[in-house]
């Protein structure tokens, strides 16, 4: 069986990478995609991400991803997919939705995933395995902050930054354009940060190092564990 007509049929477990606990669909017709719920309020992050900032990315930005995401799969079998399914098999795609799909359903994956790493009961640093997986594949917790700041701060443009894991175990750090996720390479986000202006403009207008350094003061480290656990498996 060739390899799209494998897809159409069915995603194996293994290379479906599901966020949302959001499972493969074997019914026909289109199955809306819906902005998920926000946990928690807008100013829950004050004052190191303002509330107007918040409200602006989340009713806006995320929303504008996933209206788009579902105009452009409207009416094909691809409707049937989760936006990780689509944007961790591009390559299979049709040509006329294949760019929508990559720009809206990487926007709606990412945006989701940014979300539940914050908290404000965020903060510190992580313990456990996590901590320990650190220590051995990026030399340690302050080693891993550095390399992941520089990273941000050197994406060009609009991007993320993340903390990610290969199929091979080891832990990386790395940027993507635009919204593109790192699903499309193969690879599972443990941790990302959002690092397109209208994350931080409001508050720090240019100053995408200082909105950086404060961010770390809301990463959910319980949820990023979460993360990490998942990716083992």
Known sequence: MKRRQFLAASLTAGAALVLRNRTLSAQTGPVPYQLPKLPYAYDALEPYIDA??????????????VAKLNAAVAGTPWASKTPEELVAHLDLLPAPI??????????DVNHTLFWSFMSHAGGGQPKGELAAALDAHLGGFDKFAKAFSTAAIGQFGSGWTWLVRDRGGKLLVMATPNQDSPISQDFWPIMGNDVWEHA???????????????????VNWAEVNKRFQKGQK
């Open 52 to 65: 107007r900032t918040m409200e602006i990315n989340y009713t806006k930005h995320h929303a504008a991803y």
């Open 200 to 218: 931080y403009y409001l508050k720090y207008q240019n100053r995408r190092a200082d909105y950086l350094k404060e961010w770390w003061n809301v």
């Open 98 to 107: 294949r760019t929508a799909v990559r720009n809206n359903g990487g926007g």
